[in-house]
């Protein structure tokens, strides 16, 4: 691998100087992504050398060009990767850059990540396959993507896979060529089940055709004019964080998250400038309504549902999963505010519940990262926290009641009026975590179709959302077998008990982007579950049925 790597550096340097302008753009506006995607790839390149270095060493280089269609696919994903940490990882269209150098660099034999001159002599390991786009025939690509599958391949494939006991006495998917739109396989897919967590991807889906891509959530301190209180109003940030900057540039940090020691130090300088050194400290709640403690009850996957809350109301410094939360997040995160506050010299009451009037004066203010990113971040680690947030703020959007009820409302009619297949569909929250929600397979290949348009660039989050098989979010320990799927599957996972879903995208063996859905109810054994649902969608992956 190391050897591969030094002989490909100067093919990499010549590839970036044939796209030199674009680069550059690309390198200024996904720094960060940047940073945190080496940080999270990083620790995986070296246990996937392990598993896959004898796969390399029996690779024979076929004529011309060697084309491998999948993100990461054997030596060829530490390759890639090298090429994303400098090149930043995403174009306007959604492909890889790494693969878009590869493309340009397509008259070379071998391609962008070796090339013909490669030393292939005894003991030396054959070149490394390029990595087709994942995300191939969105647009702005080069990459061909051919016909689609037969339908009575698929069937011969994924029927008796799905079939398997394991996945209960209910079972239903899907699976429809991105690029056409056309269904290629559908097994009781109009049926409605419960979705679990791939109930994200609806909640996506609708915050960002409601809200756009670039919308910032905003907490701010608001001086009321007559009587001096000082009001946190919390604006729905579900990343607001009290943790203190770590300098770590990683999907895991906070440091891009809007903070409140940040407000507080801003706030505490503007009241100093008006010679205020004590205020009475309310905090408001009002942006949502309704219940804040979800049907479930109690839950250590979420936290009470708050306009205003500190790291997700958690009680240790994890940033996901699982964990205790507390009761009052709201209460939780001005105290924390008034304590910064004191560090900086102003006194303040111990804070209580109030609403900011119109005529407050706003001191100071501090913003989320953009909607693209905590989609982004939900759909990676299952956060059930950002999904409530997300159909609650689509519920303001649509000016409906921003409470459980208005949020499901306000999701099904963003996908109504996308046009999408919402028959059968019922909405109870965000996240997933009602059991009473139902979708459908249709609904859910459809919802990653229309991520997939051109027509709505500002859904492509979506897909790169989406957990990657055996390397981040949900998915970051599975498939991590020598199945070929590594990298290759992309999907949201769905776990409750007696439910287990997966819905994402793959790209066959012979190029197809494919979005699939496969739903399972009645199960009685989750980990038999879900290994049957990864072995039906790593068969797709690895499926030549045209």
């Not at 060697?66 to 090149?87: I, S």
């Not at 019922?426 to 991520?451: I, P, Q």
Request: contains cysteine; charged residues 20%.
């Amino acid at each position: 691998m190391a050897r591969v790597a030094r002989a490909a550096r100067p093919r990499l340097v010549r590839a970036a100087q044939t796209v030199g302008p674009r680069l550059t753009r690309l390198r200024e506006t996904s720094a960060p992504q940047v940073a945190r995607l080496r940080e999270a790839v990083s620790p995986r390149l070296t246990r996937l050398q392990e598993t896959v270095s004898p796969q390399v060493a029996r690779l024979t280089p076929p004529n011309g060009t060697w084309r491998f269609t999948a993100v990461a696919t054997t030596a060829g994903l530490a390759l890639a990767a090298a090429a994303v940490t400098a090149a930043g990882p995403w174009d306007s269209a959604g492909q890889r850059t790494a693969e878009r150098d590869h493309a340009a660099a397509q008259e070379e034999a071998g391609g962008a990540d070796h090339g013909r001159h490669v030393d292939i002599s005894a003991g030396a390991p054959h070149p490394a396959p390029s990595a087709g786009s994942v995300l191939a025939g969105l647009g702005g690509s080069s990459y061909t993507v051919k016909s689609a599958p037969k339908d009575t391949a698929l069937a011969d494939v994924l029927g008796p896979l799905l079939r398997d006991s394991a996945l209960g006495t209910r079972h239903t998917g899907a699976v429809v060529d991105v690029t056409s739109g056309k269904r290629l396989y559908g097994t009781g897919a109009d049926e409605a089940l419960t979705p679990a967590s791939t109930t994200k991807i609806a909640t996506a889906v609708a915050a960002l055709s409601a809200l756009g891509a670039d919308h910032r959530f905003t907490t701010r301190a608001a001086l009321e004019p007559d009587t001096g209180e000082l009001v946190l109003v919390g604006g729905g940030d579900p990343t607001l964080t009290a943790h203190a900057p770590d300098g770590a540039a990683s999907s895991d940090s906070t440091d891009d998250w809007a903070s409140l020691r940040t407000l507080a130090d801003s706030t505490a300088a503007a009241l100093a400038k008006r010679g205020t050194r004590a205020v009475t400290l309310s905090y408001d709640t009002t942006l949502y309504s309704g219940p804040a403690l979800h049907p479930i009850g109690v839950n250590d996957n979420l936290a009470p549902v708050s306009a205003l809350m500190a790291d997700e109301g958690r009680t240790d410094d994890s940033l996901s999963g699982p964990v205790t939360r507390l009761t009052n997040p709201a209460a939780d995160a001005a105290r924390k505010f008034a304590g910064f506050l004191r560090k900086d010299g102003i006194r303040t009451t111990p804070p209580g519940p109030s609403k900011a009037t119109g005529r407050a004066d706003t001191l100071a203010t501090v913003s989320s990262p953009p909607l693209a990113d905590l989609v982004e971040r939900m759909l990676t680690n299952s956060d059930n926290d950002i999904a409530e947030a997300l159909a609650r703020q689509t519920a303001v959007a649509a000016g409906k009641r921003a409470d459980f009820d208005g949020g499901a409302a306000a999701i099904a009619a963003q996908l109504t009026r996308l046009h999408l297949p919402v028959k059968g569909a019922v909405f109870h929250d965000g996240s997933g975590l009602n059991r009473d929600d139902r979708l459908t397979a249709d609904l859910l290949t459809a919802l990653l179709v229309k991520a997939g348009d051109p027509a709505h660039p500002g859904l492509r989050p979506v897909l790169t959302g989406l957990p990657v098989a055996g390397f981040t979010g949900t998915l970051t320990s599975r498939y991590t077998g020598a199945t070929g799927a590594a990298g290759v599957v992309r999907a949201k996972t769905g776990t409750l008990t007696g439910v287990n879903t997966l819905a994402g995208t793959v790209v066959d063996r012979d190029g197809r982007l494919l979005a699939f859905a496969f739903l399972a109810s009645d199960t009685t054994d989750p980990l038999a579950a879900q290994s049957a649902l990864d072995r039906t969608a790593t068969a797709l992956a690895g499926c030549g049925c045209g």
